[in-house]
């Protein structure tokens, strides 16, 4: 029988032809490169090679033949963003010549260059390639590592790598490499082995000729080769086997494809990293007798090596002398290998440090690869094994270490001995494909058969290895891979290019714009049949298949066999090209599914191969039926669609549904033509019948089926209703009804491809329909494909499926009532697959049942098809069900997988996207699902497009976690559930520190025109919008500024007496403004305090440094008053150490987030030598500020050697600080030359300045703090009492000296206490009480003991302890390593002393110190009040001395009053320091109270006429400590009080005020404002040791003043102080707000648990001492900081500026705006709160949300408009919709309230056409009525309702009635009728449907099986309907109709 239509033309039609030509070559020709190239070509030959050594000749030979014909090369690759998203262009790497051009481009986008490369020598190569930068190269995380994107180009002697970052490497090559290949690892190279490599005598070994390089500073490394024995027993060997060449190189899967040129055959090669135990195996030397071939003796290797250099260099290699005097140099250091850490071997730094144009570097490769040293021991036994080893490699054999190979090559398969005649030849071409099925093929071409050879080959189940099938040869020129739709092109000998997936060949490729070949041959001549040369080509598949399948496989054997039929497939097969015309000549740079054809006339052409699908619906079928259908079944049925889709001149994109529908029902056997339906499908019609598909026909002779056809065809009807059919009055042809209609019913063709897998199919298009109905775009997919499923379902007679279909359409599936009976015996011919279940699987009917509670049966799904499905049943299954483990990987309960075959059990990829684990806890199931839904990737977007009822769950579980989130969720959680507050956060949290935005949100903008104005003060960068917020009531900020900005000339106030001349008035003056220049150098100490951390520099300007002006302006006439005018003696160098703070205060400006490197740090360096000391103190600052690690060890060793003693001091201390407690040893390298102590005693002494030694045991101190290391703690104990030296060494300053030592002594012990491990023998603590009472000296021990035998000529110090030297650096060392101990016997001995004739031996400033450090000690003891304070002030103090508020002085014989009124100040003043340190940054009250008082009664005294006993001195040093207590305890704060009392210090210049207390006052007035108020500081251990650094209370009495403590330190506050200032950012506005606080202490032993509520933005409590803070209602969304779990989330908040994202609630107005809350619009709303909502305008919307959405909503539909009629009533439903949903904080649900409303009208109109609306009432409905959601609103009663409790109820009771009318209207007789099973008249159909569905009714079937017929009474049905699942209330309606008289209701 001939009705088989068939495709004739299968043709498939490339599209977007373009010509090509690489965008590089075009680049090339203007850039200015030309010139340089003939610069070169005047050197003489030698000059031009010098980087090679000695290659000259050959060189100049090279570099000619390239200039007279420049050789060009590219390659494409597809774009890659730096997201990693997919974008859609090319980009091109173009060689030629020297340069090397990267340019990106598209078809859409113009080519632009990227980045374009010259290098000094001709480019051999160029390519891309991703290193891994990671620490450790272990095989199994190779996924997780950074990758470094680079570029790499290969030249003759090295290789360039770019990396995108811009760094830029260049690595010397050792040899000449033939080529390079990117591989997942790293690069690898091949050696070019030359003629000369013949080795001379029998013993040698061939040298590596592969070899790798992991990272651009790694080193070279042979590749080691692994091959398997014939019986099993593997060798590791390297690979040397000069005539193995690498023909391709794959990075995933990583394998190298090898052609060996003496065997002629391909291998395949695994490429791994290589195990320890193989390393060993080469790297090891054996010693039996007769050595493994394979391990190369040591020293004939490294002679080889030597003689063969580069290419042909003759043996006496210039590297040869120099490697012998280099490797002296070698034998101390013992590199570690693989490591890239700045100890990389001497001669990897040798080969960086220097240009690629020295010689050296060939050596330094070649030294290094002597595979020799195979053992790792030192001594050598090898060296005397060869006869010829020369003097010279004996010499260097000791010091080589081995090179450990990395990469190792497996051997995996190698293509069978062929027995041609004609030689084999390497593939010029090789690439892996993969069909439509996904089986990948790795195939190469050999060009000299021209055959394409593919091998299929798969993972192993465990995914260790591949295996590899046999080999299929196909003729072909050329091919290229087609990756984007798993095909691939080939160019075939005859021209033709056919396009092939796998081994199947789907068509010809048509290009339009290439001649078509001619047609040689007539067309009635019969064709002869194929040449037999082509055996190779596949044979097709031998299961008969129909004829119709004969022709998509198009092999060229055709299978004769029906003779009397030509074979079908078109003539142009054969027809070659003509030769006149041009021809394509090969195929090259594919690129996703664009591909460029090389014509024969040398231009190039750029084609698309057209996709399979385009439409979202085709794409998923064909998915699914794919994934079902066998493999060799689906490969030939996506052939056959493809051809059929992608005919020339195919169908646009909507009928591609049609097309398709009719290609696979023609593949299932079906008639097409004969199906009314289909017949009717909307092909766009042209006004042509060409697209309908062709008949083949056997004769000539027409027949009457054709003019029918004709009739009937949608070509007659367009005619017939053409305009010109009216005009001429044609008559329309009356068309009998096809006759097959009536007398047979069609039948299927059996023999077609898909017949047996009908049911299959049939069912996974099921499945499809049931997973479009969970996405509400696909509404007209889901309508085209339940056609196709009617027609299936009537033909398979699956009637629950029809009654399904026809409840979904009611309308669609009555109209179409064709039927198509098949055969029982034809449907037992079909396969039905275990998965197919009679009753249909419906997604919605499952939620349903969840909902109610009934259990359900798995859900079938296709994985990758229908993953929504997949998705919801799993969240219903944890978030309704309760069911944890449903999202975790055994989801079996739940899901059934639908299979092709029951294969063996394979691991299905897709699921372990699915297992979900979250680090943290989560409490509830909706914080679970929420967590699982962003971690599969479900979005917002997603969530939007599912039906309302469906989403509702996954709406309440988001509605649930939106009110309590917890605030360390990742980004996407929190977008997810609508936070963008928290989601903001997360983000920023993500980013690397300095990109956050929150820099900008933050950074004051001050216009640049401002500051040229007004002299640059250093405070001009302060964040002005914050401190606003702090500080909104008064100008203090203003105030601070004044106080501390020194680049203004100050004001010299002098009033000239009548008796004063001229000339002592100048003098007078300038005497005055010395004055006032003790306190101008003193301010930068304090404005470093005040603007610390709150500036980023840009990178290309140097930091703005603000002078310090010394000059003075004198009133009236505002003369200028100069110190330099030689009228007065100024002290010399006065002013160096106020530049040198002023640096430290520039430099500490810089946040420690900042972009820095060391480049800028040396382009900082100022040019006149002036400046040296800022810059100096620029250094100390970035060490604080932690940037100084950046700046490079050279430039470090630059700055010591310089020899300036403050850049000295800046540096030593500013590295230490930087490298804080780490040990490290080069930093300790650095500090211990500049400590004689430290260096051996035979060592050279170095004449180190005095303060440098300071700093530098200040130094020892920081960077090993808290180590308590034996070694530097013992050598600092000793010099705490270093003895003066014999000559004057050590005299001056040893009172610094020695303090600097206790310091850094107590830093190294930091709070350890008594637990000293190992330094019991040192007697620390007993030394130190030497150190502080005196006594007698004990004798020295230690290396140093010689340098102290003769005692100093100028201090005669005896033998005992000089106290006055040692005292205050070991009572500070005490206190610091019993630091918060509380350890009362070494408290005991700093008590002060209680006797008169024990105090007279104390300095009374020590007992502040002893004070100080007792109280620090007994920490815990520190009480905030003025009696505590007093409590330590011994008895005879308290009874005799006079109290600091008396005015007469009490007159005493026998006491000394003078001491005891020094004693009492002093302790005094120890005790408030000690409350000091204890309250630091902690704003208490009680304390600031109790210190204030002191402050005060200080500054009495100092008026008192008492003062003159105490000593103003001590008094003022006094009030500078309490002062500056104050200023720790409030720190930050910016307290008024404690402002006052420093400005008022601030006035005092005269009499006793020297530079000192200036210093005091104003670091204390920084304290206040440290950090612009947003630091504070901290009392851990390290930061009180810091702080006991900077505020040491003994001030410089003159500005160059460093003899008891050095003024550097006094910055180490910097280390005490922590970002701590939390700053509210509205997220919508991206402002800084005010927002409640409410946070949360942990309970101590002095209080218990407690909450206080702030306002922030405000400077947060140490946070180890909370337990929560809040965010709190009701203007601002909730937010939780548990710091239970961990601080680091809320650390680097603060660190990050305190950026903290809040949310307004809807309604609500921001605190600045309406500070008391009464204009919020809840507040008015609710108050008078109407019955109606009709009390809410719309117009007040905007206030309650920004969401433009609704906005427009508001202003749209629920506004009256002047003719309302009945439209009223819907304006106030909308309103009171609104109202409730922007009230409620759920907007999102304003859609389903409405979609809810609409459907219910809907149904009462009787207009549904489909019920999907009505399913997800009734989900909707359900799910407020579940067990699940009732259960939690009785745990949370006072959470809002999610939807409004009126609303469902009204809408519930609607529907009933409307259809409960409809039955009393005749639906009764309707259903009845339904339920017999007796056709139903068509006007009810959509509304019986409506029933069924809302009420569930079971389908006739059911009930029927039921036996419900019978009933007698209701009882009985209920007992009958109990298995169905029915509600009552629908039994109800049915009943009457099932017991047939209503009478029997009655019971």
């Given at each position: ?16 032809l ?12 203007h850039?200015?490169?030309?010139l340089n190239l003939?610069?070169r070509q005047?050197?003489p030959?030698s000059?031009l090679w ?11 030979l090279?570099?000619v033949?390239?200039h ?9 690759r597809k774009?890659?963003s730096?997201?990693?998203?997919e974008v859609?262009?090319d980009e ?8 090397v ?6 078809k859409s986008?113009?080519?632009?260059v990227?980045?374009a490369?010259?290098?000094d020598?001709?480019?051999?190569q160029?390519?891309w390639c991703?290193f ?6 272990s095989e ?8 470094e994107k680079?570029?790499c180009?290969l030249?003759s ?26 591989t997942?690892?790293g690069?690898?190279?091949e050696r070019?082995s030359?003629?000369h490599?013949?080795p001379?005598s029998?013993?040698?070994e061939p ?10 500073l790694?080193?070279i ?5 692994k ?6 027993t ?8 000069s ?10 899967p990583?394998?190298?494809?090898t052609?060996?040129a003496?065997q002629?055959l ?5 490429l791994?990293r290589v195990?320890?135990?193989?390393q060993?195996?080469?790297l090891k030397f054996s ?9 190369a003796t040591s ?5 080889h090596?030597r003689?063969?250099?580069k290419?042909d260099?003759?043996v ?10 280099h490797?002296?140099s070698?034998s ?5 290998l ?13 080969s ?6 020295l010689?050296?570097h060939?050596?330094s490769g ?11 021991s ?29 990469l ?8 069978a001995?062929t027995t041609t005649r004609e030689?084999n030849?390497?593939?010029?071409k ?7 099925c ?9 060009e000299s058969?021209?055959?394409?050879r593919?091998?299929k080959?798969?993972e192993s189940?465990d995914?260790?290895?591949l295996?590899f099938?046999?080999v299929?040869?196909?003729?072909a020129?050329?091919a290229a891979p087609?990756?984007?739709i ?14 092939y ?8 490729v048509f290009?339009?714009g290439?001649?078509?070949?001619s047609?040689?041959m007539?067309?009635?001549m019969?064709?002869?049949s ?7 080509t ?5 299961k008969?298949?129909?004829?119709l ?5 198009l092999?060229?054997?055709?299978e004769?066999?029906d003779?009397s ?6 003539y ?6 003509q030769?006149?015309?041009s ?5 090259r ?5 664009r591909?460029?054809?090389?014509l ?5 052409v ?6 399979i699908a385009?439409?979202e619906l085709?794409?998923k079928?064909l998915?699914a039926?794919?994934?079902i ?15 059929v889709?992608n005919?020339?001149g195919?169908?646009?994109?909507h009928?591609?549904?049609?097309l398709?529908v ?5 593949m299932?056997?079906y ?9 009717n499908?909307d092909?766009?019609?042209s006004?042509?019948?060409?697209i ?15 003019w029918?056809y004709?009739?009937?065809s949608?070509?007659h009807q367009n005619?017939e209703?053409h305009?010109?059919?009216r005009?001429?009055h044609?008559n ?7 006759k097959?209609d009536?007398?047979?019913?069609l039948?299927l ?15 996974v298009?099921h ?5 479009l109905?969970l ?8 309508r085209s494909?339940v056609v196709l499923l009617?027609?299936?379902?009537r033909?398979?007679q699956?009637?629950?499926y ?5 409840r979904?359409?009611p ?9 198509c009976?098949i055969?029982?015996a034809?449907?037992?011919l079909?396969h039905?697959?275990s998965?197919?279940?009679p009753?249909?699987?419906s997604?919605?009917?499952w939620?349903?049942s969840c909902?109610?509670?009934e259990g ?9 098809v229908?993953e929504r499905?997949?998705l ?6 944890l ?14 309960q739940y899901?059934c997988k639908?299979?092709?075959?029951p294969?063996?059990?394979q ?5 372990n996207?699915?297992s ?7 409490n509830?199931?909706?914080?679970k ?14 969530l939007?497009?599912?039906p ?13 976690c939106r009110e ?7 980004e996407?959680v929190?977008?997810?559930i609508?936070?963008?507050d928290?989601s903001?956060q997360a ?7 300095g990109?956050?935005s929150v820099a900008?949100v933050l ?5 640049s025109?401002?500051?040229?104005e ?6 001009n960068?302060m964040n ?8 909104s009531e008064?100008?203090?900020?203003q105030?601070?500024?004044?106080l ?7 004001r010299?106030n ?6 004063v001349?001229?000339h002592?008035y100048?003098?007078?003056k300038e ?9 101008t150098?003193a301010?930068?100490?304090g404005?470093?305090?005040?603007t610390l ?5 840009v ?5 703005p440094?603000?002078k310090l ?8 006439r505002?003369?200028?008053?100069d110190l330099?005018s030689g009228?007065?003696?100024?002290p010399?160098n ?6 040198f703070?002023?640096?430290v205060?520039a430099g ?6 900042s972009q820095?490197?060391?480049a ?8 006149n030598a002036?400046?040296?000391n800022e810059?100096?103190?620029?250094l ?8 100084l ?8 060793h630059?700055?010591?050697?310089k020899?300036?003693?403050?850049t000295s001091?800046?540096l030593?201390?500013g590295?230490?600080?930087a ?8 930093i300790?390298r ?24 300071v700093?530098a045991?200040?130094?020892i ?9 034996r070694?530097?703690?013992?050598v600092?104990l ?5 003895p ?8 001056t300053?040893?009172?610094s ?11 190294v012990?930091l709070?350890?206490?008594s ?9 620390v ?14 004798f ?12 100093s000529?100028q201090i005669?110090?005896?033998?005992t302890?000089?106290?006055d030297?040692?005292?205050p650096?070991a009572?500070l060392a005490?206190?610091?390593?019993y630091l918060k101990t ?11 002393p209680?006797?008169?004739?024990l105090l007279?031996f104390?300095?009374?400033?020590f007992l502040?110190l ?17 009696k505590w304070v007093d ?17 007469e ?8 009053l003078?001491t ?6 002093y302790?005094i003043a ?7 340190f204890r ?12 210190l204030?008082k ?6 009495k005294c ?6 003159s006993?105490?000593?103003h ?7 500078s ?15 008024l009080?404690v402002?006052?009392?420093c400005?008022?210090m601030?006035?005092?210049t005269?009499?006793e ?7 005091a006052h104003h670091?204390a007035?920084g304290?206040?404002?440290l ?6 500081l901290?009392?851990?251990n390290?930061?009180?040791a ?19 403590h050095l003024?550097?330190l006094r910055?180490?506050y910097v280390?005490?102080?922590e970002p701590?200032l939390?700053?509210?950012?509205d ?5 800084p707000c005010?927002?409640?606080l409410?946070?949360t202490?942990?309970?101590t032993q002095w209080?218990?648990?407690?909450t ?12 180890h ?6 965010v709190?209602g009701?203007?601002?969304?909730e937010?939780l ?7 680091h ?9 305190g950026?903290?994202?809040?949310k ?6 921001s605190y ?5 809350g009464?204009?919020s619009?809840?507040?008015q709303?609710v ?16 206030a309650f ?6 906005l ?16 009223q ?5 909308f309103?009171s ?7 409620q ?11 809810i ?7 009462e109109?009787?207009?549904?056409s489909?019920?999907?609306?009505l399913w997800q ?10 067990r699940?959601?009732?259960?939690r609103m009785q745990?949370i ?12 109820p009204v ?11 409809w039955?009393q209207?005749?639906g ?12 139903t008249?068509e006007?009810?159909?959509s509304?019986?449907a ?15 099986a039921?036996g419900l017929?019978?009933?007698?009474s209701?009882?009985?049905l ?5 298995q ?16 047939g008289s ?6």
């Open positions: 029988m001939s009705n088989i239509y068939e495709e004739k033309v299968t043709m498939i039609a490339a599209g977007d373009q010509e090509f030509v690489p965008f590089g070559r075009d680049h090339c020709k850039h200015p490169n030309a003939q610069l005047l050197q030959a000059e010098s980087s090679d050594g000695a290659a000259g000749l050959v060189g100049s090279q570099e033949t390239i007279e014909k420049q050789k060009e090369s590219w390659h494409l774009g890659i730096d997201v990693g998203e859609e262009y091109e790497l173009y060689v030629a010549g020297n340069m051009i990267w340019s990106k481009g598209s986008q113009a080519s632009a990227y980045k490369f010259t290098v020598s001709p480019v051999l160029a390519l991703d891994i930068i990671s620490q450790d190269k199994k995380d190779d996924n997780s590592n950074e990758v680079c570029i180009i030249q002697s090295c290789i360039n790598v770019h990396s995108m970052e811009g760094k830029d490497y260049i690595a010397s090559l050792p040899f000449q490499v033939a080529n390079v290949w990117p997942k690892y690069l690898l190279f070019s030359s003629a490599e013949v001379p029998p013993p040698r040298l590596p000729t592969m070899f790798s390089m992991l990272h651009p790694d080193e490394t042979p590749v080691v080769c091959s398997g024995g014939l019986f099993g593997s060798r590791v060997q390297y690979v040397a086997d005539a193995m060449k690498i023909v391709f190189l794959n990075a995933d990583s394998i190298i494809m052609y060996d003496i002629g391909h291998s395949l090669w695994i791994r195990k320890p135990e193989e060993n195996v080469v010693e039996q007798g007769g050595t493994p071939q394979h391990v020293s004939s290797l490294t002679a090596l003689s063969f250099s290419g260099s003759p006496t290699s210039p590297f040869q002398n120099y490697s012998s005097i490797s002296q070698r101390t250091s013992s590199p570690s693989h490591s890239r850490s700045p100890s990389i071997s001497n001669m990897a730094a040798l960086r440090s220097h240009s690629p144009a010689g050296v060939s050596f070649v030294q290094r690869f002597n595979f020799s040293s195979h053992n790792q030192p001594k050598r036994q090898s060296v005397s094994h060869s006869p010829n080893s020369t003097s010279n490699d004996s010499f260097l054999a000791p010091e080589m270490e081995p090179i450990v190979p990395e190792c090559i497996d051997h995996l398969w190698t293509e001995i030689k030849s390497p593939a010029s090789v690439f892996i494909t993969s069909d439509l996904g089986q990948k093929f790795l195939c190469f071409l050999v058969q021209l055959q394409l593919c091998v080959f798969q189940n995914k260790t290895q295996i099938g046999s299929t040869n196909l003729q020129k050329d087609v990756e984007k798993d095909t691939m092109l080939v160019l075939e000998g005859n021209g033709n290019l056919v396009l997936t796998g081994l199947v060949r789907v068509g010809k290009i339009p290439l001649p078509v070949p047609l040689t007539s067309n009635t019969p064709r002869p194929t040449p037999l040369d082509s055996v190779s596949p044979k097709p598949l031998s008969p298949l129909g004829s399948d004969e022709v998509v496989l092999s060229p054997v055709p004769l066999r003779s039929k030509v074979h079908d497939s078109p142009i097969d054969d027809c070659t090209f030769q006149l015309g021809y394509i000549h090969s195929v740079d594919p690129v996703h599914n591909v460029t054809l090389e024969s006339n040398g231009s190039m750029r084609i698309t191969i057209p996709e385009t439409s085709v794409k079928c998915q039926v794919k994934s259908l066998p493999k060799e079944v689906a490969v030939q049925m996506l052939v056959k669609w493809y051809n889709h005919a020339p195919g169908p646009s994109y009928s591609e549904w049609n398709f009719t290609c696979l029902m023609n299932m056997g008639n097409t033509d004969r199906l009314s339906w289909i017949r499908l092909f766009e019609g006004l042509s019948p060409v309908a598909p062709k008949k083949a026909r056997p004769s000539d002779t027409g027949s009457d089926e054709d029918e004709l009739l009937n949608e070509y005619v209703s305009l010109l059919t005009a001429l044609l329309p042809l009356e068309v009998s009804l096809m097959e009536a007398l047979h019913n039948t063709d059996s023999s077609t491809l898909l017949f047996t897998h009908i049911p299959a199919i049939f069912f298009l499945l499809v329909y049931e997973e109905k996405n509400s775009l696909m509404g007209e997919g889901i494909l009617v027609q299936l379902a033909d398979l699956l009637e629950p029809l009654d399904y279909y026809y979904d359409y309308t669609l599936v009555k109209t179409s009532r064709q039927s009976i055969d029982q034809q449907i037992g079909m039905h697959p998965f197919f279940t009753e249909p699987p997604i919605y009917q939620l349903s909902l109610k509670g359900a049966s798995p859900y079938p799904y296709l994985s990758g229908c499905s997949k919801i049943v799993l969240s219903v299954a978030y309704i069900l309760g069911d944890e483990r449903a999202v975790s990987n055994e989801a079996s899901l639908v299979n092709s075959a294969k063996k059990s691991v299905d990829q897709n699921d996207r699915f979900f684990r979250h680090s943290t806890p989560v509830s199931l909706a914080e699902l929420v967590l699982w839904m962003t971690n599969v990737g479900f979005t917002l977007r997603d939007e497009s599912l309302f009822g469906v989403a509702l769950p996954i709406r309440d579980a988001i509605y649930h309590q989130p917890a605030s360390d969720w990742p996407a929190c977008l997810l609508g936070r963008q928290l903001k983000c920023e949290g993500n980013l690397p520190k990109k956050s900008q950074s004051s903008d001050v216009p025109g401002t500051e040229a007004e002299e640059d003060d250093g405070m960068d002005q919008e914050v401190m606003s917020l702090i500080w008064d100008l203090r900020v105030e601070v500024r004044r501390l900005q020194s680049a203004h000339p100050v010299v002098v009033v000239q007496m009548p008796e001349n001229d002592e100048i003098e007078e005497n005055r403004l010395l004055q006032l220049c003790q306190r150098m301010l930068p100490l404005r470093g305090m005040f951390f709150s500036y980023h520099p990178p290309t300007e140097p930091l440094v603000p002006n010394l000059t003075g302006r004198a009133p009236p505002n003369t200028t008053v330099n009228n007065i003696d100024v010399p006065m002013a160096c150490w106020a530049s703070h002023n640096g205060a500490l400006k810089i946040a420690p987030a820095i490197d060391s800028w740090i040396v382009y900082n360096k100022p040019k002036e400046l040296a810059y100096a103190g620029f100390m600052a970035l060490g604080l500020n932690g940037h690690t950046k700046l490079a060890t050279l430039n470090i630059d700055y010591l050697t020899g300036h003693e403050m001091i800046g030593l201390l590295v230490s600080a490298k804080l407690g780490t040990m490290d040893m080069s300790t650095l500090l211990s030359i500049h400590i004689p102590a430290l260096l051996p005693p035979t060592s050279t002494e170095l004449d180190v300045p005095h303060n440098v030694q700093a045991v200040i130094g101190g920081l960077v090993y703090q808290g180590t308590a290391h070694h530097t703690a013992e600092l000793a010099e705490i009492g270093r003066p030296g014999p000559e004057m060494e050590y005299c300053d040893r009172e000296y020695s303090l600097a030592a206790g310091l850094a002594l107590g830093m012990c709070g350890h206490g637990n000293l491990i190992g330094m019991s023998d040192l007697n603590p007993e030394q130190l009480y030497q150190y502080m009472v005196g006594g007698h000296r004990r020295q021990a230690g290396m140093h003991r010689e340098k102290h035998k003769s005692p000529y005669k110090e005896g033998d302890i000089n106290v030297v040692t005292c650096g009572t005490l206190a610091m390593i509380n350890n009362r016997s070494i408290a005991d001995w700093l008590r002060a209680d006797t008169m004739y007279d104390v300095k009374p400033e502040l002893r004070t100080l450090a007792r109280c620090l000690i007994l920490w815990d003891d520190i009480l905030p009040n003025s409590s330590n002030v011994p008895q005879i103090i308290r009874e005799n001395s006079i109290s600091l508020n008396e005015t002085i009490p007159s005493s014989e026998d006491l000394n003078e005891l009124a020094q004693a009492h100040v302790i120890g005790a408030c320091l000690s409350l000091g309250f630091a940054g902690s704003e208490n009250l009680a304390a600031f109270n109790c204030y002191f402050a005060k009664d200080f500054m100092l008026s008192a006429p008492t003062a006993v105490t000593g001195y001590n008094l003022e040093t006094c009030l400590v309490v002062l500056l207590s104050l200023a720790m305890v409030m720190a930050g704060s910016g307290n009080k402002l006052q009392l400005r008022f601030h006035k005092k005269g009499g005020m020297n530079y000192g207390f200036h210093l670091m007035l304290l206040l404002f950090g612009g108020g947003r630091y504070s901290s009392t851990s390290s930061s009180i810091a702080l006991l650094c900077a505020l040491y209370p003994h001030f410089p009495v003159h500005s160059t003043d460093n003899r008891y003024q550097a910055h180490l280390l005490a102080a701590r939390l700053v509210p950012v997220v919508d506005t991206n402002t005010y927002a409640l409410e946070v202490y942990k309970g209080y218990e648990e407690t206080e509520e702030l306002m922030a933005p405000t400077l947060l409590p140490e946070l001492l909370l337990k929560q803070i809040k709190k009701p203007r601002y969304w937010l900081i548990d710091l239970s779990k961990g601080i989330h809320l650390k680097s908040i603060l660190s990050k500026d950026v903290l994202y809040v307004l609630r809807a309604g609500q107005l600045k705006e309406d500070p008391m009464w204009q619009l809840l507040a709303t108050t008078h709160r109407n019955s109606e909502a009709r009390a809410f305008k719309p117009e007040a919307i905007s949300t920004s969401d433009p959405a609704l427009s909503f508001a202003e749209y539909f629920c506004k009256p408009t002047v003719n309302l009629g009945q439209k009533e819907i304006l106030d439903l309103s919709i609104l109202y409730e949903c922007v009230t904080e759920n907007p999102e649900m304003l859609p389903a309230y409405i979609a409303d609409q459907a219910v009208r809907r149904l109109r009787r207009e549904m489909e019920t999907f609306e009432i009734k989900l909707v409905l359900e799910f407020f009525s579940s699940s959601h009732q259960e745990k009663p006072s959470r809002g309702l999610f939807m409004n409790s009126e609303f469902l809408m519930k009771c609607t529907i009933d009635n409307a259809l409960d009318q039955l209207a005749g009764d007789v309707c259903l009845h009728s339904y339920l017999s099973g007796q056709p008249e006007s009810h159909l509304m019986l409506c029933f069924l569905i809302y009420h569930s009714v079971p389908t006739p079937g059911q009930l029927s039921g017929e019978g009933s007698m209701f009882s009985e209920l007992l009958k309907f109990k169905l699942k029915m509600p009552v209330r629908a039994l109800l309606r049915l009943a009457p109709l099932l017991l209503p009478q029997s209701m009655v019971l």
